[in-house]
């Protein structure tokens, strides 16, 4: 055993990189984490499932099954996060402080690296274990190597020929030191610049023990840079081949599963059904008799993709299982819907703040975007769990209150009086209720105007123009501002 204990399993993409078509996308992707795979685990096995009549009666699933399919899923994760991620990249494993796996780890390393020291420390020396570390070594070393390193390799093999190194081991005749500076050259030659620093630190180590353990160290960080090297090469091979082969699996986990896509079936129908109803209602004729069923136009595939999209900004991510096609990008749809649900609320202070301000700062493109800025600062934690947006809206309402004043005395206009300042602190505050009709307002337009793209390409109407919800808008402020 050696420091190399915690070597990724990421290695083995390195090796992969030279081999091409499907088999290369396995090799790249076998060493997902645990901690997406127990996710993925957890999702598909929740007892939240629909229940829905199959084709084929029932059958029992065995484990093997099971961990197969597993195993496929989280391979084609990290292939999906890898193609869709540019920045992804592995990271050296570190266990938390205190945590009992590093205690155990120190420990188990201490009385290795111990009974090492005890060993050359012998009369004469005893190198049986120090030899298979120079074998690891020159495994590593020989991993990194490209096909065409054909003189570095040979190079390797020579200096580091186990079976020579027994024989003078054996005589008395062994120079360790030599080894070590051969295996320092040779990690300098194949490093990564990054790590060029550490790799110098290890000609200032004089005695074998210690040296030996920060070689195994730096082997460990170059095995992850080379991880991240053979990422960024098969990428481009990735995004070719990233459809079919999320398609190909998907088709073998249905196979193994047939009620593996459920979630996925139901949030569809709920997609093609909200979109009917929508035809139906602006299908209707004047008079308000039913349409026939060939005045209805049929409902394209990309309309209903589309619109479930668009349902998945308003998914509830605590209560409804997310479908299983697009599992893998939950955290990123989440983020959207808290960016959409952030935009919301400083779209709404906006446009409340310029209905109430005189006519003229409306066209001060620099107060807008001032504003803009200064609400938007104050909203960034709004996801946290410790933010309350009530609190925020009266800080915000106050900000406000200031920022227009200053500006109506810059532009030469006629000061905000204290009542109007009273009603857009009140109206900014009833923006954290959900139910209030300028947030509503804020939130169902955008999402009006996308119903209407997605109805176009079913070969409907828009239902909403943007002169109508631009005077839907101001008949609501009218109201609020009696």
Same mark, same amino acid.
């Given at each position: ?65 099971? =961990? ?31 945590? $009992? ?16 020291? &005890? ?6 020396? #005893? ?12 495994? %590593? ?20 020929? $186990?079976? $020579? ?25 194949? *490093?990564?610049? #990054? ?81 009917? %109803? ?86 001060? &493109? ?11 600062? =104050? ?27 200053? *500006? =109506?005395?810059? *532009? ?71």
């Amino acid at each position: 055993m050696s420091e190399n204990l915690d070597k990724s399993n990421v290695n083995e993409a390195g090796k992969s990189k030279s081999n091409d078509s499907e088999q290369g996308l396995e090799d790249a992707v076998e060493g997902a984490d645990e901690a997406l795979q127990k996710a993925i685990k957890s999702d598909s096995s929740s007892p939240q499932r629909v229940q829905r009549p199959h084709s084929s009666p029932p059958r029992f699933v065995t484990v093997e099954e099971l =961990l197969e399919t597993a195993r496929g899923v989280t391979n084609m994760a990290l292939a999906h996060e890898i193609v869709v991620n540019g920045d992804f990249q592995i990271k050296p494993v570190e266990l938390p402080e205190n945590s $009992l796996k590093k205690r155990v780890k120190e420990i188990v390393h201490k009385a290795f690296w111990d009974c090492l020291s &005890a060993q050359l420390s012998e009369d004469p020396p #005893a190198y049986d274990h120090a030899i298979k570390l120079v074998g690891e070594i020159k495994e %590593t070393l020989l991993s990194f190597l490209l096909p065409g390193h054909t003189r570095l390799r040979n190079q390797i093999t020579e200096v580091l020929d $186990l079976d $020579l190194i027994k024989q003078e081991a054996e005589n008395g005749a062994l120079d360790i030191s030599k080894l070590a500076e051969f295996i320092i050259g040779m990690m300098g030659t194949l *490093c990564a610049p #990054a790590r060029d620093e550490e790799v110098k630190k290890l000609k200032d180590i004089k005695e074998i023990v210690p040296l030996f353990r920060e070689i195994f160290s730096v082997l460990d960080l170059m095995k992850v840079d080379m991880a991240n090297f053979a990422i960024s090469s098969i990428r481009p091979h990735l995004m070719q081949q990233s459809v079919e082969y999320e398609r190909k699996k998907f088709q073998e986990i249905l196979e193994r599963q047939p009620n593996s896509l459920d979630f996925v079936t139901q949030w569809l129908e709920e997609a093609s059904e909200d979109l009917m %109803t929508q035809k139906y209602k602006h299908a209707l004729p004047v008079g308000g008799a039913a349409a026939g069923s060939g005045d209805m136009p049929r409902l394209s595939p990309v309309a209903v993709q589309n619109y479930a999209y668009l349902k998945l900004l308003k998914w509830d991510h605590l209560q409804r299982p997310f479908p299983e096609t697009v599992l893998m990008d939950q955290s990123r749809f989440h983020e959207l819907q808290l960016q959409l649900e952030q935009l919301t609320v400083l779209g709404a202070v906006l446009l409340i703040t310029f209905s109430m301000a005189a006519p003229g700062i409306s066209s001060q &493109a620099d107060f807008a975007e001032k504003l803009k800025m200064i609400v938007k600062i =104050l909203l960034t934690d709004m996801h946290l769990p410790s933010f309350h947006l009530k609190d925020v809206l009266t800080t915000i309402g106050e900000k406000v209150c200031l920022e227009v004043s200053s *500006c =109506l005395s810059l *532009c030469g206009s006629s000061p905000f009086t204290t009542d109007k300042e009273t009603v857009l602190k009140g109206q900014i505050q009833a923006v954290a209720s959900p139910d209030d009709p300028i947030r509503r307002i804020m939130g169902t337009f955008g999402e009006g105007r996308q119903q209407g793209y997605a109805l176009r390409g079913a070969g409907g109407q828009s239902p909403l123009k943007k002169p109508e919800g631009l005077v839907g808008v101001k008949v609501l402020m009218g109201e609020k501002m009696v």
